[in-house]
T-cell receptor, first 114, second 118 residues
Framework: DQQVKQNSPSLSVQEGRISILNCDYT??????FLWYKKYPAEGPTFLIS?????DKNEDGRFTVFLNKSAKHLSLHIVPSQPGDSAVYFC?????????????FGTGTRLTIIP | GAGVSQSPRYKVAKRGQDVALRCDPISGHVSLFWYQQALGQGPEFLTYFQNEAQLDKSGLPSDRFFAERPEGSVSTLKIQRTQQEDSAVYLCASSLVDQGLAGDNEQFFGPGTRLTVL
């Protein structure tokens, strides 16, 4: 049972344009959401997060939007740069199981085309 | 080092062999996590330590999997009698504090150990 879903395994975007990565979840108890970025042969690195009490969080070129009613979140990267090419994982935590346990999606491979 | 380190980076085991995977967390980090990432999947939670105490091992797939952190720093994930379905990347992560919002408690990941069971 995949509680966090990233339905697009890959995405290609022209350099300078906006990249939009999507994530859906089924567990309504999730209250904190995170995006991680992963380069080959490296571990995931934290990118940006959002609490369920907010609907938007922005950090430089990265913005995460949360739509609780739709159980959907998205990561916007603008403008996209070649160094953004990586696999992006959406993750969520459920306070009923302790916020230490993260549930990850399957990832979306983003390729930025120069 | 400044980050989480894991060794070995790659391990090839014959089916039935026991393996031990090591994680060195960031110095001073209280919490330590193990995840399993199968090919084409996201990381899946295995177990969690707060200092030397294993507080959650609900994600361990079978009793062949055992993790320890005896002195509250280095951790070892041991897999006994490995099987082909154990082939995956095993990721270790650490965070500074114990419970709390994940955002206040960012998990820093190591590069992982890629285990291949033949």
């Amino acid at each position: 049972d995949q509680q966090v879903k990233q339905n697009s395994p890959s995405l290609s975007v022209q350099e300078g344009r906006i990249s939009i990565l999507n994530c859906d979840y089924t567990n309504s108890m999730f209250d904190y959401f995170l995006w991680y970025k992963k380069y080959p042969a490296e571990g995931p690195t934290f990118l940006i997060s959002i609490s369920s009490i907010k609907d938007k969080n922005e950090d430089g070129r990265f913005t995460v939007f949360l739509n609780k009613s739709a159980k959907h979140l998205s990561l916007h990267i603008v403008p996209s740069q070649p160094g953004d090419s990586a696999v992006y994982f959406c993750a969520a935590s459920d306070p009923n199981f302790g916020n230490e346990k993260l549930t990850f999606g399957t990832g979306t491979r983003l390729t930025i085309i120069p | 080092g400044a980050g989480v380190s894991q060794s070995p980076r790659y391990k090839v085991a014959k089916r039935g062999q026991d393996v031990a995977l090591r994680c060195d967390p960031i110095s001073g980090h209280v919490s330590l996590f193990w995840y399993q990432q199968a090919l084409g999947q996201g990381p899946e939670f295995l177990t969690y330590f707060q200092n030397e105490a294993q507080l959650d091992k609900s994600g361990l797939p079978s009793d062949r999997f055992f993790a320890e952190r005896p002195e509250g720093s280095v951790s070892t994930l041991k897999i006994q009698r490995t099987q082909q379905e154990d082939s995956a990347v095993y990721l270790c992560a650490s965070s500074l504090v114990d419970q709390g919002l994940a955002g206040d408690n960012e998990q820093f990941f190591g590069p992982g150990t890629r285990l291949t069971v033949l």
